[in-house]
């Protein structure tokens, strides 16, 4: 079985620009959560989505928003893009819905590296 | 979810036995304790989780003493590649499908 994939691995942007983030979680997963990861602040959870509604939500601002398609993929964007938004970002899927820390596995794509100038 | 606390890094030597112990005082009674590894520039991996006694997989052991507020990542002879960042996580997302993760243990391997 396939894992999560991530598109693009590596994208250099500049600060104002727009960028869109794709990840295809593994096949019959449902469940896809998104992390921000940075030497500064480590891994920081940015939203959940199941089912195409998103049921959590991590402390970052409004320029970053996702959405979850009827075939489970998943897409995040950030808008009007800052320096501070270079890191790499990670999707996770599990299967059902549920407590990643009760036996509901969380499997980690390989990221995007973002890098803004 | 409960705080932890791990040693920010420590150092090895092939094939040497790794434990890494993470201290979990306010570990609630339906807490599970669970371990992930994260390699340079990939997303962390799942490793082991338990809820008291030992528990053994094919990569590592974990052992979770009676009083549950401390756990021992065990990892068998070491090899070069298991130099990552290990993260010890306790507590309940409350479905929420959150992770929270603290700074992790590095582990580097010497050979």
């Known amino acids: 079985k396939a894992g999560v994939t991530q598109t693009p691995r590596y994208l250099i942007k500049t600060r104002g620009q727009q960028v869109t983030l794709s990840c295809s979680p593994i096949s019959g997963h449902r469940s896809v959560s998104w992390y921000q990861q940075t030497p500064g602040q480590g891994l920081q959870f940015l939203f959940e989505?199941?089912?195409?509604?998103?049921?959590n939500k991590g402390n970052f601002p409004g320029r970053f928003s996702g959405r979850q398609f009827s075939n489970s993929r998943s897409e995040m964007n950030v808008s009007t893009l800052e320096l501070g938004d270079s890191a790499l970002y990670l999707c996770?899927?599990?299967?059902?819905?549920?407590?990643?820390?009760?036996?509901?596995?969380?499997?980690f794509g390989p990221g995007t590296r973002l890098t803004v100038l | 979810l409960a705080k932890t606390t791990q040693p920010i890094s420590m150092d090895s030597y092939e094939g040497q036995e790794v434990n890494i112990t993470c201290s979990h005082n306010n570990i609630a009674t339906n807490d599970y304790i669970t371990w992930y590894q994260q390699f340079p520039s990939q997303g962390p991996r799942f490793i082991i989780q338990g809820y008291k006694t030992k528990v053994t997989n094919e990569v590592a052991s974990l052992f979770i003493p009676a009083d549950r507020k401390s756990s021992t990542l065990s990892l068998p002879r070491v090899s070069l590649s298991d130099t990552a960042v290990y993260y010890c996580l306790v507590g309940s997302s409350g479905n929420t499908g959150k992770l929270i993760f603290g700074q992790g243990t590095t582990l580097q391997v010497k050979p």
């Open positions: 996770a899927s599990s299967s059902r819905r549920g407590d990643p820390l009760q036996g509901n596995e969380q499997f």
């Open positions: 989505y199941f089912s195409e509604t998103q049921r």
